[in-house]
């Protein structure tokens, strides 16, 4: 049998406060997690849940992993940033071009993420 993706777990200073940063950027429920963080339970279809647990260090150098979220319109796209900055989120350098239509911030605890121009559906 195959394995599959149960969490994605991040290390976290403030595993709550961070829990819910992301329930509000997706829409996602909180739930208390065994060990002692917090978890995300999609409010979809979604085959995993997001973890955050206790971190004993402060995140110090870039992610080696990043979310990229996207939505269905550029207007969505706009809320979506406005409502991550209102959260906590705060916009980060990386050397990001002009021409790529994406917004790159950082949550409360530093992780890296990118909000993207609407998807495109790929042909089938």
Known sequence: MASRLLAL??????????????????????????????????????????RFVPARERKSGPNRMHHDLTSGSPEDQRRTVATSLRLGARHIDIGRRPEEPHVVLADPDGHEFR??????REAS
């Not at 819910?20 to 279809?45: H, I, K, M, Q």
């Not at 909000?115 to 495109?120: D, I, T, Y």
């Open 9 to 50: 777990c991040f290390d976290a200073n403030d595993p709550d406060g961070l829990a819910r940063f992301w329930s509000g950027a997706l829409g996602w429920e909180t739930a208390d997690d065994p060990a002692g963080g917090a978890t995300l339970l999609p409010a979809d279809d979604t085959g995993f849940r997001i």
């Open 115 to 120: 909000l993207r121009a609407p998807a495109r």
